[in-house]
């Protein structure tokens, strides 16, 4: 095992504080992780890690050491990535998360047009409904809304909100009736994500300025926003979601929205792309937070746009290689 592996297995256990968790991230076995601490360890002649049975955490020496790691091999990814430029084109696995609160038909266009830019990149894709940990979780990237992600280790780029929307089926407002103001809601049956993804206190903002709050007590909840679509497409309550995820739904009359006079005011349905806050980033990742920056910004511009209508807009021009090789060092 050469040192600068070795250096590399060190740094992503002391990002994820856990032997077992690196090695899972690097796609190698546990063994292999311990051989490369002891060989660094032996190597040095001091200890790096301080390990117990329940968890880890570096020595003096080890945090110096860690601080030494990250500047080389940021240089040395940084040279990798310039011979990449030089040949081209970006190549190997990004690893990407995303809320659920984006459409689908937001998500497939956007990595499709991204790939047909850059075949040599395969794209991995997570959504996700609750906090995430980029480091940890071994993410590149993620297209999150605010309250996913809280590390002051990564960089924000807001590409704007998901607008979130009462809605129900037209069975389901022939038998109950139209709620006519927020506070005729709590009388509904209702269905949605669990307290610990979302509190079930809402607030609305009628078009003339008037605020109202509300607490919902779901008949049903469920820890994924698309289950929460179905069950509101069943009858079995209306639902609060995001107006990317039934934009379809809403087209062809399945389902309704409700209280069309009323905005739903929540800071947390602000939609950005984090990445962590590293000098030297891949060519990977690279193009595709410029590439998602530009997709995501203008179709949140589009307003008022169905999702379909913006599948069939042009996909935004990428900027020339060269080009965008200097506004990425020129922001670093």
């Known amino acids: 095992m050469n040192q600068i592996h070795a250096m590399r297995v060190f740094v992503r256990v002391a990002d994820t504080e ?15 992780v311990t051989r490369a601490i002891a060989m660094l360890e032996a190597h040095l002649r001091t200890r790096l890690i301080n390990r117990t049975t329940r968890n880890l955490s570096l020595t003096e020496a080890g945090t110096r050491y860690l601080e030494g790691c990250r500047a080389l091999l940021e240089e040395l990814d940084h040279l990798e990535s310039t011979v990449t430029h030089t040949e081209g084109e970006p190549s190997g696995t990004l690893r990407v998360v995303a809320s659920s609160a984006l459409s689908l038909l937001t998500l497939t266009p956007l990595i499709d047009g991204f790939r047909k830019l850059f075949p040599r990149v395969n794209v991995r894709l997570t959504l996700a409904e609750r906090h995430v940990d980029l480091v940890e979780d071994g993410y590149d990237v993620g297209i999150v809304t605010a309250f996913m992600v809280s590390s ?7 590409v704007g909100t998901s607008t979130l929307i009462p809605i129900a089926t037209p069975a389901f407002v022939a038998e109950h009736g139209m709620p006519a103001a927020p506070t005729d809601l709590q009388t509904l049956p209702s269905v949605g994500l669990p307290n610990e993804m979302r509190s079930q206190t809402w607030h609305f903002r009628h078009c003339r300025g008037s605020a109202d709050q509300i607490t919902l007590a779901p008949v049903y909840t469920v820890n994924n926003g698309l289950m929460v679509r179905l069950a509101t ?32 005011d929540d800071p947390d349905m602000k939609v950005s792309i984090v990445y962590p806050g590293r000098q030297y980033l891949p060519a990977k990742t690279r193009y595709f937070i410029d590439y998602a920056l530009d997709y995501l ?13 913006v599948m069939r807009q042009p996909m935004p021009p990428m900027m020339p290689l060269q080009t965008t090789i200097h506004a990425s060092a020129t922001a670093n």
Do not use: C, W
Not at 20 to 25: G, K, L, P, T
Not at 152 to 158: G, K, S
Not at 247 to 256: F, I, Q, R, S
């Open 18 to 32: 856990s032997f077992r968790r690196a090695a899972q991230q690097l796609d190698v076995s546990n063994a292999l």
């Open 233 to 264: 497409l069943k009858g079995m309550g209306f639902s609060i979601l995001p107006e990317g995820i039934v934009h379809t739904d809403l087209k062809d009359g399945t389902l309704v929205r409700l209280l069309e006079d009323y905005s739903i």
């Open 297 to 309: 910004s203008k179709e949140f511009a589009t307003s008022g746009s169905r999702p379909d209508e």
């Open 152 to 158: 002051t280790a990564l960089i924000e780029r807001p």
